[in-house]
């Protein structure tokens, strides 16, 4: 099939490469010049493990192409799908303005019958919203079917995800539309649940919050496991066994960020106010997410008293592991706290340093090495759960430091190599402390 894809971000890359990878000739189309010229040359702008190499391929193999463009790149397309940004607006709802940009660039240049597809993660009622201003500006003649269509893929397994995805959610009120989109996704082997449009994009919102939801439980949860002296991490597997409760998305941390769940449970709450009725629950949700953000400052406070002049290592910048993306990454928050509170910051990310100083700027310094940051350290913040620092030689990593005190935002060690180490002060999420005193 010739499809093509509005927006190259890590939902509209990751979708193109992998429409080609499975055999359809497909065109991304972006206004960002810089990328489409990276693109072209096969560069990818996100870090994604595996995109590259399957997009070197399929350039190659003359399935993928790339233009900014939209005349030439919806001159041939059967299907378009839109995945360009819907960012949170000033009033916590999401802003449509990129997606109504789009369907205006749309109406302008497509000459000839298409499915448009919305996979933008978009407010229940944004496709017929998107459908009437198609509708007005098209040319004389021109008919659209539209289909929604959500993403489920997750930053930094986007490839897996979107080759290996759990369902696939088709949303629309033309089934020879419908059936169409299905076909293009055939190769694929995922299961495929046909809905209405408004079902569709329900079933998107619905799944982001309630994974927020599960996040932010887990953490109170864990709060309370502290308080009570057990241990989250027992209580989680011992809950997860349960197939009706799941052992996914049970690890707690300290908050989730992205760009999807701060913005999705925002939206998800506004649709709700919009239509009356009281969602309290995501209240909760996104309150105990900021609670949680600000945990270690409150652990390190505890522990070391005024911050002030002290000197804080952090080991991880992006809002997760395997991503470069800082949207909503939880050391956001924590480089302000305690810049604030006048603490010398010194952060270390394999991958996200880059945007992290465009994000954070220079109210912290920015180190080479996780040893580097850890040098002459009063503590040690572990933020986010790369390998890396999993892997690392705490032994070492703690020899490096004023003082040998971890606050872990992840829970990133067990027992055997914490033990290990010759002298450590080890503070997790919802766990028992590990304290070892040099003999
Ligand atoms: N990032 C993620 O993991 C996931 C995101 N989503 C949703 O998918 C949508 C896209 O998200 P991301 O890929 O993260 O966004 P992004 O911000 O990384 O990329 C959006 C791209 O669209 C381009 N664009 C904007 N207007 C355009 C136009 N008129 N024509 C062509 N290109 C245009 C931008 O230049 C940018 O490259 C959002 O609605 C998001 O909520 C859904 C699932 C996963
Ligand atoms: O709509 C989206 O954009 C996407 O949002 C999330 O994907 P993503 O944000 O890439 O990453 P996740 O792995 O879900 O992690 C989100 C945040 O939750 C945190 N998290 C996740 C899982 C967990 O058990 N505990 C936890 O604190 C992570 O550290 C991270 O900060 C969803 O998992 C995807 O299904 C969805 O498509």
Not at 230 to 238: L, R, S, T
Not at 285 to 295: S, V
Not at 410 to 439: D, W
Request: glycine share 8%; hydrophobic share 40%.
């Amino acid at each position: 099939m010739k499809i093509t894809v509005l927006g190259t971000g890590y939902v509209g890359l990751s979708t193109g490469v992998c429409l080609a990878e499975i055999g359809h000739h497909v065109v991304c189309i972006d206004i960002d010049q810089r990328k489409i010229k990276n693109l072209q040359e096969g560069i990818s702008p996100i870090y994604e493990p595996g995109l590259e190499e399957l997009l070197t391929k399929n350039i190659g193999a003359e399935r993928l192409d790339f233009t900014t463009s939209h005349l030439e790149g919806l001159k041939a397309a059967e299907i378009i799908i839109i995945a360009v940004g819907t960012p949170q607006g000033d009033d916590g709802g999401a802003d449509l303005s990129y997606i109504e940009q789009a369907a205006r660039d749309i109406a302008e240049h497509l000459n000839h019958n298409a499915i448009v597809v919305i996979k933008s993660t978009v407010p229940v009622g944004t496709n017929d919203y998107i459908k009437k201003i198609l509708e007005e500006r098209l040319k004389k003649d021109i008919t659209i079917k539209m289909v929604s269509n959500p993403e489920f893929l997750r930053q930094g397994s986007a490839m897996h995800d979107t080759i290996h995805a759990d369902r696939i959610i088709i949303g629309s009120d033309h089934e020879e539309a419908a059936k169409k989109v299905g076909e293009m996704y055939l190769p694929l082997h995922v299961p495929i649940l046909f809905t209405t449009i408004r079902s569709a994009e329900m079933i998107k919102y619905a799944s982001n919050a309630f994974l927020a939801t599960k996040i932010s439980y887990i953490n109170e949860i864990a709060n309370l496991c502290e308080a009570v002296g057990a241990d989250v991490q027992d209580v989680a597997k011992g809950m997860g066994k349960d197939k009706r409760i799941g052992e996914a998305f049970l690890n707690p941390g300290i908050g989730y960020g992205g760009s999807c769940f701060p913005k999705d449970v925002k939206a998800l709450l506004k649709t709700a106010n919009i239509y009356g009725t009281n969602f309290s629950m995501l209240k909760e949700t996104i309150i105990i997410n900021e609670k949680q953000q600000h945990l270690l400052v409150k652990k390190a406070i505890n522990r070391l008293g005024d911050l002030k002049g002290k000197k804080i290592a952090m080991l991880g910048l992006s809002f997760k592991p395997e991503t470069d993306d800082m949207r909503e990454a939880p050391s956001i928050k924590i480089a302000h706290l305690l810049s604030q509170m006048g603490t010398d910051v010194v952060a270390y990310d394999p991958i996200a340093t880059n945007n992290a100083k465009k994000v954070i700027g220079n109210i912290i310094r920015y180190a080479n090495s996780a040893f580097e940051a850890a040098d002459g350290a009063d503590a040690l913040f572990i933020v986010t759960e790369w390998d890396e620092f999993k892997q690392i030689d705490l032994t070492r990593l703690l020899q490096k430091m004023k003082e040998p005190i971890i606050f872990d935002g992840r829970n990133c060690y067990g027992i055997e190599k914490l033990k290990s180490c010759e002298t450590l002060e080890y503070y997790p999420i919802g766990k028992p402390a590990v304290i070892i005193e040099k003999q």
